[in-house]
């Protein structure tokens, strides 16, 4: 059982459905079911009138007013030329800006690299204290007493170094 008088066809060329809740096109005052209603659906004619948009600026996240029959890239193109407020050539952030501090260096890095002693901040070439003369409270470190404290770590007693040996070689005989 149908009720030809409740509802009403989609204007919609290809669909024509009946549909008891239809839909108006607030454009063109048309009626369309669910499926036709949004502006692309229906290909509506008068669309531009309802779909506005206003672009942003990409670099200053400014929306830029266009006018009707405007194209959009070429008004964000001009302003970025005209009006744009960054200016990408004269905003050059630095990148590299700690300067060492070693005595004669210019160098910069873009870490800080702070000496645990001094607390100085050095270029990765005289990171080291024994690169940059490191000058702590307690006593001055040299090249010569870092090279006996680590010669003596790593070399280990007459005694432990022959129990070592004698037991390597027992086990390779198995």
Not at 2 to 18: A, I, V
Not at 48 to 53: G, I, P, R, Y
Not at 54 to 61: E, Y
Not at 74 to 100: A, L, Q, S
Request: glycine share 4%; aromatic share 8%.
């Amino acid at each position: 059982m149908e009720f030809p008088d409740l509802g009403k066809h989609c204007s919609e060329k290809t669909c024509k459905q009946l549909d008891f809740l239809p839909l108006k096109c607030d454009v063109c005052q048309q009626d369309f079911c669910k499926d036709h209603y949004t502006y692309a659906a229906h290909k509506c004619p008068f669309a531009f009138k309802k779909d506005v948009q206003v672009p942003v600026c990409p670099l200053c996240n400014i929306p830029i007013p266009i006018k009707k029959g405007e194209i959009p890239d070429v008004v964000v193109g001009e302003h970025i030329d005209r009006d744009c407020k960054y200016h990408p050539g004269k905003n050059k952030e630095k990148v590299f800006t700690y300067r060492c501090s070693k005595e004669g260096c210019k160098k910069k890095e873009m870490l800080q690299v702070p000496c645990v002693q001094c607390h100085g901040n050095f270029c990765i070439q005289h990171r080291h204290p024994l690169d940059h003369s490191c000058k702590h409270d307690s006593r001055p470190t040299s090249k010569s007493g870092c090279s006996a404290t680590r010669a003596s770590e790593s070399k280990p007693s007459g005694a432990l170094n022959t129990l070592s040996s004698s037991w390597l070689a027992k086990r390779f005989r198995w």
